[in-house]
């Protein structure tokens, strides 16, 4: 009995908490009640994922949702011819799969991990119990998919109405807001060309050959994979040169 209670014990202390997400400006579990986090702590289970994990497919079904505890989580689409359309990226707070849960269709996009993450799977019972019980919770996850709805909107409108170059310029400055600058101002979050290219809309040559443009006009260093910020105004003008 007492090394089955032992186990129990050690397991709900691996659990990370939900109050450790309270905090960050997106989370959409800040109206709960006590009671109502306790039962999503007793409901949910977390599991750690590696980079390039995939934890949920486009066109299949999810029975439940996603909190995003630590790490980054790339959603996208993928392309008659299997490319792929970055829509997102998912990080602490954020929750991934709502959306073809509360639909009852299947999942429209793929979330696959591109840093070490931490997930917590939140049952759909339990999440459509909260939304008929607490109606602030609902509130909040409908603004997080008007939020994402929004998002989508404009990214629509710069397809049809910046250029690639204007484009790439926004795509730097929204991975900075994202996920901020380090010490030396150098983005903290690391993408492959392919990767940019797949958030832009574009080749990855020309990700490549306008990246070196930018590092030529003493905007942005480059050092692998590393993307340095050396003129944000500079790069700002660039961004909002069709308005």
Same mark, same amino acid.
């Given at each position: #009995?007492?090394?089955?209670?032992?186990? *129990?014990? !050690?397991?709900?202390? +691996? !659990?990370?908490?939900?109050?450790?997400? =309270?905090?960050?400006?997106? +989370?959409?579990?800040?109206?709960?009640?006590?009671?109502?986090?306790?039962?999503?702590?007793?409901?949910?289970?977390?599991?750690?994922?590696?980079?390039?994990?995939? *934890? #949920?497919?486009?066109?299949?079904?999810?029975?439940?949702?996603?909190?995003?505890?630590?790490?980054?989580?790339?959603?996208?689409?993928?392309?008659?011819?299997?490319?792929?359309?970055? *829509?997102?990226?998912?990080?602490?707070?954020?929750? *991934?799969? #709502?959306?073809?849960?509360?639909?009852?269709?299947?999942?429209?996009?793929?979330?696959?991990?591109? &840093?070490?993450?931490? =997930?917590?799977?939140?049952?759909?019972?339990?999440?459509?119990?909260?939304?008929?019980?607490?109606?602030?919770? +609902?509130?909040?996850?409908?603004? #997080?998919?008007?939020?994402?709805?929004?998002? %989508?909107?404009?990214?629509?409108?710069?397809?049809?109405?910046?250029?690639?170059?204007?484009? =790439?310029?926004?795509?730097?400055?929204?991975?900075?807001?994202?996920?901020?600058?380090?010490?030396?101002?150098?983005?903290?979050?690391?993408?492959?060309? &392919?990767?940019?290219?797949?958030?832009?809309?574009?080749?990855?040559?020309?990700? !490549?050959?306008?990246? +070196? &443009?930018?590092?030529?006009?003493?905007?942005?260093?480059?050092?692998?994979?590393?993307?340095?910020?050396?003129?944000?105004?500079? =790069?700002?003008?660039? &961004?909002? %040169?069709?308005?």
């Amino acid at each position: #009995f007492f090394v089955v209670l032992l186990k *129990i014990e !050690i397991k709900m202390e +691996s !659990i990370p908490s939900c109050t450790d997400c =309270l905090n960050t400006p997106n +989370s959409i579990f800040k109206n709960l009640t006590n009671d109502e986090f306790d039962i999503v702590t007793y409901k949910k289970s977390c599991s750690i994922y590696k980079k390039g994990k995939i *934890i #949920f497919r486009e066109n299949y079904r999810t029975n439940g949702c996603y909190c995003v505890h630590s790490g980054v989580v790339k959603m996208y689409k993928s392309g008659v011819d299997g490319k792929e359309q970055i *829509i997102r990226f998912a990080q602490k707070g954020d929750i *991934i799969g #709502f959306r073809s849960l509360l639909c009852n269709e299947v999942a429209c996009t793929t979330a696959k991990i591109i &840093e070490d993450a931490t =997930l917590c799977f939140i049952p759909a019972p339990t999440i459509f119990s909260l939304l008929k019980s607490n109606s602030a919770f +609902s509130i909040e996850l409908m603004k #997080f998919s008007c939020k994402e709805l929004g998002e %989508a909107n404009k990214y629509i409108t710069d397809i049809a109405q910046k250029t690639v170059r204007e484009r =790439l310029a926004e795509v730097l400055l929204l991975l900075k807001k994202s996920f901020d600058l380090d010490d030396e101002k150098t983005l903290q979050i690391s993408l492959t060309r &392919e990767e940019i290219a797949n958030i832009v809309g574009t080749a990855t040559e020309s990700v !490549i050959r306008l990246l +070196s &443009e930018f590092k030529s006009d003493n905007l942005i260093e480059l050092n692998g994979r590393k993307i340095k910020i050396i003129d944000e105004k500079g =790069l700002r003008k660039i &961004e909002k %040169a069709y308005d």
